[in-house]
């Protein structure tokens, strides 16, 4: 029987929302401190060139210039740098469109902006490649010598995944930086045994995370060579680590003071913070480098776009037989594509005896790419779901009944051949089987309803935690995670409940690098999974360290006491009390007799709770001009345990949000020399409110086995479903089959016009 708790499942409001609402959140663009200079970046006009040469001096004699940095100011000799953010500006080529090629500080950002446009910069254009496959040809431009690639860190911090056959990259063209491959029993056997086989090749664009605050970071130098620096960061210490070996310093030399993070959806880690830092150790005095909107779309690092090419077959049984891919991420110029979590999704959610999955990383002259909530699997999703749903119509089968006669459970094999950890995904479909929606669908014309599930591992990584007792008997939680989602409402919940002390009497901290206790990167649905832990222990030691000086005072055995508001008092007598405020002034005082109360938790989780999201799409297509219009969308969703449900539910609901800008809007085009032709919001296209009608949220509380009071992370599945499902409802509707995204209308009335 579980446990009766005070607040866990409780809608709480978040506890910054009363600074947001009234516009008193700080962010990093809001600091100003004396002394500070302001920088503006000089960025390429190609997406493809040598650097000739670089012409600063009319830039440097301008009113109020301090200073114009180049790429061989930062990097006089060696190999330029293979990652973005160790990759501060250009030196002896630009590989993108965008690239930052020099720098220009002055003492006010109207100085710093006209001196941009004084710097002569002489390029000799060189060819691009845009298109990942012909990227992938032997005589295909080469954007840099493999050998001087990196390893992009930052997917370890969304997912782990292992396992799989490592291709070797060496003996592939030149943009191929990395290789994978998953197979198990003989697809050209389970093609054979099949009675439907569907073969088709979808695409999808680079997309941008679209957050409200672009980045932004303020370095500040002290007089014993180190930085302090305040940014808009998802993961501080990883932020600080690349910034101290790119610059040279010792990581505690670096203190990252973590700011309001306006929207990151995995796109804030670390980009701007390494050059502001050089910046400043240069001038001596503090820089501040924040991003415009338009520099946002050129040279930050969205969403990778991917070409997947899926062979899948079924028999007449409803077996699933053979799954067969090959998926190419477009990577940008730099290596960072999550290959093998799309490889490991794409042929993951359905158990299948005969799985052949190649995954390839590719170089192309675009700007690096990033995280975006759940990296890989909106992608991967969008195919495996479409094929599923074909080869279920084919074959005469209900689309859900299809999923659920193949949907994987606990215990089968992954393709990397790990069982799959406690699921849910079975629930899940059943839970959207029966659904009014579904079962109550009507038959209008131009009207169709669709169905897609998506799934994400979920990360894990190592934190600590701090609870202490203050003076006035409140208590605060010090952590080191970032707060993007509510998570540290939920920290001091969890912190109250273990304590049984009202949510108002804790206070949550996010202290800097050089203070807080280490926290991996917000991001990859880890952080109340994780950290909630973490908190949970401190707490819990925090708690006994509460009664064992109560029980000394109160001359009461530990067990006989109980916390309660504000106090510790003896169980059924409650005239023997005493309070938090009077505990902590005898241990925080000259003199005193007790330690004072600092309780510490840690937490390593090794084990995975997978989250699935199901969705289903009700839609109307305008024939004559292919126009979408979204009439109803439900987001059934296995969260484990709801540890805040309106916080919960807001996740499910922006991720479903955010699956619409995949599914119908979002995508940025360039055309064939690289250049960007919507990098604005102008002409990027977000879905409005008036696009999204409301979305129904459905939680099914399958407890985790090891997340705190059951919960799993949440933020990663309900983006995943959302284009496959209107894509399906699409093809019910209409009768066609969408396989590029955004599905535009012009895309729509192009499919309805080939069906004719």
């Not at 993108?96 to 004084?118: F, L, N, S």
Request: aromatic share 6%; charged share 20%; net charge negative.
């Amino acid at each position: 029987m579980e446990a009766t708790t005070m607040l866990i499942g409780r809608s709480i409001p978040r506890m910054d929302s009363p600074q947001k609402v009234r516009g008193q959140t700080r962010y990093t663009d809001d600091l100003h401190v004396p002394g500070m200079l302001h920088a503006r970046l000089v960025t390429a006009p190609y997406a493809h060139a040598r650097i000739l040469g670089v012409e600063t001096s009319q830039a440097v004699s301008l009113p109020g210039v301090v200073a114009v940095i180049t790429g061989r100011d930062l990097f006089p000799e060696g190999p330029e740098p293979a990652e973005r953010a160790r990759h501060m500006l250009a030196r002896d080529k630009v590989i993108y469109y965008g690239q930052p090629v020099a720098v220009v500080v002055a003492e006010t950002a109207e100085a710093a902006a006209d001196a941009v446009e004084a710097v002569r910069i002489d390029y000799e254009p060189l060819p691009a490649v845009v298109d990942p496959v012909a990227a992938m040809r032997p005589d295909a431009p080469v954007i840099r010598p493999k050998e001087l690639e990196g390893e992009w860190a930052e997917a370890g911090m969304h997912a782990t995944v292992a396992g799989g056959e490592e291709l070797d990259v060496a003996r592939l063209p030149a943009n191929i930086t990395n290789a994978a491959r998953f197979r198990r029993g003989d697809v050209e056997r389970g093609f054979a045994e099949a009675d439907v086989v569907i073969e088709r090749t979808y695409r999808t664009p680079f997309v941008h995370q679209s957050y409200l605050e672009p980045h932004a970071a303020l370095a500040v130098p002290d007089p014993t060579g180190g930085l302090t620096i305040y940014t808009c960061t998802q993961g501080q210490f990883y932020a600080r680590n690349v910034t101290a070996s790119t610059l040279g310093l010792h990581p505690e030399q670096v203190t990252l003071v973590p700011m309001e993070v306006g929207g990151g959806f995995g796109g804030k880690t670390v980009l701007l913070e390494p050059l502001a830092g050089a910046l400043a150790l240069r001038t001596g005095r503090p820089v501040k480098l924040a991003l415009t909107r338009m520099e946002e779309f050129l040279l930050a690092t969205p969403a990778p776009g991917a070409v997947i090419e899926l062979k899948t077959g079924a028999r007449k049984d409803g077996t699933i037989t053979a799954i067969k891919a090959r998926v190419i991420f477009d990577s940008g110029a730099y290596p960072g594509a999550p290959v093998n979590i799309a490889l490991l999704l794409l042929g993951g959610y359905y158990r299948c005896e005969n799985l052949d999955l190649e995954g390839y990383e590719v170089l192309t002259n675009k700007p690096g790419v990033g995280a975006y909530r759940a990296p890989g699997a909106p992608q991967a999703t969008f195919a495996i779901e479409q094929q599923v749903d074909e080869m279920a119509r084919a074959l005469g089968w209900d689309p859900l009944e299809f999923r659920l006669r193949n949907a994987s459970e606990t215990g089968d094999p992954q393709p990397n051949g790990v069982p799959w950890p406690q699921i849910g995904l079975r629930t899940v479909l059943e839970r959207m089987r029966e659904h009014p929606i579904w079962r109550n669908r009507s038959s209008d014309p131009n009207e169709g309803y669709g169905v897609a599930i998506g799934g994400w591992p979920g990360g894990v990584e190592p934190c600590a935690a701090n609870v202490r007792l203050n003076i006035d008997g409140t208590l605060s939680v010090t952590l080191g995670s970032v707060d993007i989602t509510g998570t540290n409402t939920v920290m001091a919940m969890i912190a109250a409940e273990v304590l049984s002390q009202p949510v108002e009497r804790i206070r949550v901290v996010t202290a800097p690098s050089n203070l807080a206790p280490y926290a991996g990167m917000s991001g990859g649905s880890k952080v109340t999974y994780t950290m909630g832990l973490a908190v949970q222990a401190a707490a819990e030691d925090a708690r006994r360290q509460l009664l064992e000086i109560a029980s000394a005072e109160l001359e009461a055995a530990p067990e006989d006491l109980e916390l309660v508001d504000g106090a510790v008092r003896v169980r059924g007598v409650p005239d023997r009390s005493i309070t938090l405020e009077r505990i902590a002034g005898i241990s925080m005082t000259f003199g005193g007799k007790y330690a004072p109360v600092y309780g510490s938790g840690r937490a390593v989780i090794t084990q995975q709770s997978p989250g699935f999201n199901g969705q289903i799409a009700h839609v109307r297509v305008d024939p004559d001009t292919g126009e979408v219009e979204l009439l109803e969308l439900v987001a059934i969703q296995d969260v484990g345990r709801a540890l805040n449900p309106a916080l919960v539910t807001g996740q499910v609901q922006g991720g479903a949000a955010q699956g619409v800008g995949w599914a119908l809007h979002e995508g940025m085009i360039y055309d064939d020399n690289g250049q960007p032709l919507n990098p604005t919001l102008m002409d990027y296209d977000l879905p409005k409110a008036t696009h999204l009608p409301p979305i129904q949220v459905e939680l099914v509380e399958l407890l985790s086995e090891v997340g705190p009071f059951g919960a799993k992370g949440v933020g990663e599945p309900p983006v995943i479903p959302t284009a496959a499902a209107i894509a399906n409802a699409i093809a019910d509707a209409a009768g066609v089959r969408l396989t590029e995204l955004p599905m535009t209308p012009a895309r729509v009335l192009e499919a309805l016009r080939q069906r004719t």
